[in-house]
């Protein structure tokens, strides 16, 4: 089993930054595609952001292109997710998940996930 814990989630003022970290336990991570998905109330949860095993990065939402970006750290079993530039339109419960072997923009692929963490932006 692999238990995941989002962190780092709050109310940040538009333009602003966020660091979200999802972290790991239980299994080692160096098999698992870690993927960062968001939802908003009423809405079907989205694919944002997965960072492959190698560490390869792969974009699911072309408007978090260029401002939001995602790594890992094996030795800690941590991935972050960088968040800059912040729009009152990423407003969204923040979900970590981990998918074994390659990334997916699809939630039915990953087969663990965290609670979610809420990211707010507004001023």
């Known amino acids: 089993q692999l238990q995941l814990v989002e962190s780092g989630g709050g109310l940040v003022q538009p333009g602003g930054s966020l660091r979200l970290s999802c972290a790991a336990s239980?299994?080692?991570?160096?098999?698992?595609?870690i993927g960062w998905f968001r939802q908003v109330p009423g809405k079907e949860r989205e694919g944002v952001i997965c960072?492959?095993?190698?560490?390869?990065?792969?974009y699911y939402t072309d408007s978090v292109k260029g401002r939001f970006t995602i790594s890992r750290d094996n030795a800690k079993k941590t991935v972050y997710l960088l968040m800059n530039s912040l729009k009152p339109e990423d407003t969204a419960v923040y979900y970590c998940?981990?998918?074994?072997?390659?990334?997916?923009?699809?939630?039915?692929?990953?087969?663990?996930w965290g609670q979610g963490t809420q990211v707010t932006v507004s001023s």
């Open positions: 239980g299994r080692t991570l160096d098999y698992y595609s």
């Open positions: 960072v492959g095993k190698n560490g390869d990065n792969t």
């Open positions: 998940a981990a998918k074994y072997l390659s990334c997916s923009g699809a939630e039915g692929g990953y087969s663990y």
